[in-house]
């Protein structure tokens, strides 16, 4: 069974930085393209950001300079930095595994999903 666990959401100020996580279980991780995808309140799945198998990455243009995407095969995990955090970036964020995305809209119906967690910028 596919498991995809999120941890590290939470509230935080602008300006600052959470680091999230994710932890794969029930596939080979290592030769997975790995998402990080995001829904604000009222809106629609976004990508965030993509670390494909081979290494290389995809940002967002509103996260580039800001976010940083890992992912350690070693622990099976994948990891999201998020730095100089504004309030735009208030959403649930999902990590997604072998998902499908045009351009920055993903369909929640390919790939795998976590159950999501929860990142709240406000002063």
């Known amino acids: 069974e596919v498991q995809l666990v999120e941890s590290g959401g939470g509230l935080v100020q602008p300006g600052g930085s959470l680091r999230l996580s994710c932890a794969a279980s029930?596939?080979?991780?290592?030769?997975?393209?790995m998402t990080w995808v995001r829904q604000a309140p009222g809106k629609g799945l976004e990508r965030v950001s993509t670390i494909y198998r081979y290494g290389a990455t995809y940002y967002k243009d509103s996260v580039k300079g800001r976010f940083t995407i890992s992912r350690d095969n070693s622990k099976n995990t994948l990891y999201l930095q998020m730095n100089s955090l504004k309030t735009e970036d208030t959403a649930v964020y999902y990590c997604?595994?072998?998902?499908?995305?045009?351009?920055?809209?993903?369909?929640?119906?390919?790939?795998?999903w976590g159950q999501g967690t929860q990142v709240t910028v406000s002063s």
């Open positions: 029930g596939f080979t991780f290592s030769t997975a393209d």
């Open positions: 997604a595994a072998r998902v499908y995305c045009d351009g920055d809209v993903c369909d929640r119906d390919s790939g795998y």
